[in-house]
Nanobody, 125 residues
Framework: QVQLVQSGGGLVQAGGSLRLSCAASRRTFSSYAMGWFRQAPGKEREFVAVINRSGDITNYADSVKGRFTISRDNTKNTVYLQMNSLKPEDTAVYYC??????????????????WGRGTQVTVSS
Protein backbone atom coordinates (compact mmCIF):
# COMPACT_ATOMS: atom_id res chain seq x y z
CA GLN A 1 0.00 0.00 0.00
CA VAL A 2 0.94 3.63 -0.42
CA GLN A 3 -0.20 6.60 1.60
CA LEU A 4 -2.19 9.06 -0.48
CA VAL A 5 -2.35 12.70 0.59
CA GLN A 6 -5.01 14.82 -1.08
CA SER A 7 -5.08 18.57 -1.60
CA GLY A 8 -7.22 21.05 -3.45
CA GLY A 9 -10.96 21.25 -3.34
CA GLY A 10 -13.08 23.91 -1.70
CA LEU A 11 -16.02 26.10 -2.63
CA VAL A 12 -16.62 27.32 -6.19
CA GLN A 13 -19.51 28.78 -8.12
CA ALA A 14 -21.23 26.80 -10.85
CA GLY A 15 -19.25 27.00 -14.06
CA GLY A 16 -15.98 27.37 -12.21
CA SER A 17 -12.95 25.12 -12.02
CA LEU A 18 -10.94 23.31 -9.38
CA ARG A 19 -7.96 20.99 -9.42
CA LEU A 20 -7.49 18.15 -6.98
CA SER A 21 -4.10 16.61 -6.30
CA CYS A 22 -3.20 13.31 -4.71
CA ALA A 23 0.42 12.68 -3.75
CA ALA A 24 1.73 9.21 -3.01
CA SER A 25 4.29 8.41 -0.35
CA ARG A 26 6.35 5.96 -2.34
CA ARG A 27 8.22 5.89 -5.60
CA THR A 28 6.31 2.72 -6.49
CA PHE A 29 3.48 5.10 -7.38
CA SER A 30 4.34 4.58 -11.05
CA SER A 31 3.27 0.95 -10.72
CA TYR A 32 -0.19 1.93 -9.47
CA ALA A 33 -3.29 2.52 -11.54
CA MET A 34 -5.07 5.46 -9.97
CA GLY A 35 -8.60 6.73 -9.79
CA TRP A 36 -10.93 9.32 -8.37
CA PHE A 37 -14.24 8.60 -6.69
CA ARG A 38 -16.81 10.82 -5.00
CA GLN A 39 -19.54 10.53 -2.43
CA ALA A 40 -22.38 13.01 -2.17
CA PRO A 41 -24.47 13.33 1.01
CA GLY A 42 -26.89 10.45 1.32
CA LYS A 43 -25.47 8.65 -1.70
CA GLU A 44 -23.07 5.80 -2.29
CA ARG A 45 -19.52 6.46 -3.36
CA GLU A 46 -19.26 6.48 -7.16
CA PHE A 47 -16.58 6.22 -9.78
CA VAL A 48 -15.36 9.45 -11.41
CA ALA A 49 -12.21 8.73 -13.41
CA VAL A 50 -9.33 6.29 -13.70
CA ILE A 51 -5.85 6.34 -15.27
CA ASN A 52 -3.41 3.56 -15.99
CA ARG A 53 0.18 3.34 -14.76
CA SER A 54 1.76 5.17 -17.67
CA GLY A 55 -1.02 7.72 -18.04
CA ASP A 56 -1.98 6.94 -21.62
CA ILE A 57 -5.29 5.25 -20.85
CA THR A 58 -8.11 7.04 -19.05
CA ASN A 59 -11.77 6.39 -18.44
CA TYR A 60 -14.51 8.64 -17.09
CA ALA A 61 -18.00 8.42 -15.70
CA ASP A 62 -20.54 9.70 -18.20
CA SER A 63 -21.55 12.44 -15.78
CA VAL A 64 -18.11 14.09 -15.92
CA LYS A 65 -16.95 13.21 -19.41
CA GLY A 66 -15.81 16.30 -21.31
CA ARG A 67 -15.59 18.37 -18.12
CA PHE A 68 -13.07 16.53 -15.91
CA THR A 69 -9.55 15.41 -16.80
CA ILE A 70 -7.46 12.92 -14.88
CA SER A 71 -3.70 13.03 -15.31
CA ARG A 72 -0.59 11.93 -13.49
CA ASP A 73 3.04 12.94 -13.09
CA ASN A 74 5.06 9.90 -12.11
CA THR A 75 8.14 12.06 -11.46
CA LYS A 76 6.17 13.79 -8.70
CA ASN A 77 4.24 10.71 -7.53
CA THR A 78 1.03 12.67 -8.04
CA VAL A 79 -2.31 12.21 -9.76
CA TYR A 80 -4.57 15.13 -10.59
CA LEU A 81 -8.23 15.73 -11.32
CA GLN A 82 -8.91 18.93 -13.25
CA MET A 83 -12.57 19.82 -12.91
CA ASN A 84 -14.07 22.39 -15.27
CA SER A 85 -17.62 23.62 -15.86
CA LEU A 86 -18.54 22.49 -12.38
CA LYS A 87 -22.20 21.92 -11.52
CA PRO A 88 -23.97 21.86 -8.15
CA GLU A 89 -24.46 18.11 -8.61
CA ASP A 90 -20.68 17.70 -8.53
CA THR A 91 -20.77 18.60 -4.85
CA ALA A 92 -19.28 15.69 -2.93
CA VAL A 93 -16.30 14.43 -0.99
CA TYR A 94 -13.72 13.33 -3.53
CA TYR A 95 -11.36 10.44 -2.88
CA CYS A 96 -8.28 9.31 -4.76
CA UNK A 97 -7.45 5.63 -4.82
CA UNK A 98 -4.84 3.36 -6.28
CA UNK A 99 -3.81 -0.22 -6.72
CA UNK A 100 -0.84 -1.96 -8.36
CA UNK A 101 -3.09 -4.63 -9.83
CA UNK A 102 -4.25 -2.28 -12.55
CA UNK A 103 -7.26 -0.50 -13.99
CA UNK A 104 -9.80 -3.27 -13.50
CA UNK A 105 -9.14 -3.38 -9.78
CA UNK A 106 -9.34 0.38 -9.39
CA UNK A 107 -12.62 0.40 -11.31
CA UNK A 108 -13.92 -2.13 -8.78
CA UNK A 109 -13.53 0.14 -5.78
CA UNK A 110 -14.24 -2.68 -3.33
CA UNK A 111 -10.86 -4.19 -4.19
CA UNK A 112 -8.71 -1.07 -4.13
CA UNK A 113 -5.83 -1.23 -1.65
CA UNK A 114 -4.99 2.45 -1.06
CA TRP A 115 -7.30 5.39 -0.44
CA GLY A 116 -6.87 9.06 0.28
CA ARG A 117 -8.78 10.61 3.15
CA GLY A 118 -11.08 12.66 0.97
CA THR A 119 -11.49 16.35 0.18
CA GLN A 120 -14.70 18.37 0.02
CA VAL A 121 -15.80 20.00 -3.21
CA THR A 122 -18.81 22.29 -2.97
CA VAL A 123 -20.34 23.92 -6.04
CA SER A 124 -22.82 26.70 -5.40
CA SER A 125 -25.57 27.60 -7.85
Amino acid sequence: QVQLVQSGGGLVQAGGSLRLSCAASRRTFSSYAMGWFRQAPGKEREFVAVINRSGDITNYADSVKGRFTISRDNTKNTVYLQMNSLKPEDTAVYYCAGDPAGLNVVLDQRRVSSWGRGTQVTVSS
